[in-house]
């Protein structure tokens, strides 16, 4: 099995994010690969750059993009967290239905 797209990690992200208080990348990183049943040489395959693993790369991807969403928030370097408001900013609705107040 090849290495999923980052989407594919975003639910299980997640829910290991609320599994726990505070989670860390690199613990994410570890669980995921468990997680979506990868082989030992998928979790070893490299970027083309060979900088980082596929797995680290998808995986700080989908956290990137969940924080942005509003959906994790990161309380210190390497680590992140639900975020604790359940509703995305007023300022966030108002900008998708045009209203640039």
């Not at 998928?42 to 980082?52: F, G, M, T, W």
């Not at 928030?73 to 995305?88: D, E, N």
Request: proline share 7%; glycine share 2%.
């Amino acid at each position: 099995m090849a290495v999923p797209k980052f989407t594919a990690f975003m639910k299980p992200i997640l829910e290991a994010a609320a599994e726990r208080p505070t989670c860390t990348i690199a613990d994410a990183v570890t669980l995921m690969a468990d997680r979506m049943n990868l082989s030992e040489e998928d979790k070893a395959e490299r970027l083309p750059s060979n900088v980082q693993t596929k797995v680290y790369s998808r995986v700080t991807w989908a956290i990137t993009y969940l924080t942005k969403s509003k959906l994790l928030v990161k309380p210190s370097r390497g680590c992140f967290q639900i975020a604790l408001s359940k509703t995305p900013e007023p300022s966030l609705i108002e900008a998708r239905r045009g209203r640039h107040d």
